[in-house]
């Protein structure tokens, strides 16, 4: 018999700075001591658009095995979006969303001469 102990945790998305065009980077941080047994159910964008793993084909958007959410060919609209991740405990089935939303700020090429 497998005894599991709750604990509460709290998953925190941050801001991901990107150059317009690029390819953008949201992480799911999650605290040490549940990472073993927590994983990345799926994202959620706030028009309550759920992101998840293999239903993005043909988005701009792509969620890797590991977690990350990847948002493609970013444009100044993409900075008006914010994104929860929604985690899943592999022992228990919880479902727990991150407290903080992250956004894509949209920064432009900064030309400096050589």
Not at 30 to 55: G, H, M
Not at 91 to 99: A, N, P, Q, R
Request: proline residues 3%.
């Amino acid at each position: 018999m497998v005894k599991v102990i709750k604990q509460t945790f709290d998953p925190q998305v941050y801001d991901d700075f990107v150059v317009r065009g690029n390819t953008a980077v949201l992480k799911c941080h999650l605290p040490a001591f549940v990472r073993e047994y927590v994983a990345v159910d799926s994202w959620i964008r706030d028009d309550n658009q759920v992101l998840k793993r293999n239903d993005m084909k043909g988005s701009s958007y792509t969620v890797l095995n590991s977690g990350e959410l990847l948002i493609h060919g970013v444009l100044e609209k993409d900075a008006h979006r914010t994104f929860h991740c929604q985690t899943r405990h592999r022992l228990t089935g919880e479902m727990v969303m991150s407290v903080s939303a992250g956004k894509i700020v949209v920064t432009g090429m900064i030309m400096v001469k050589p």
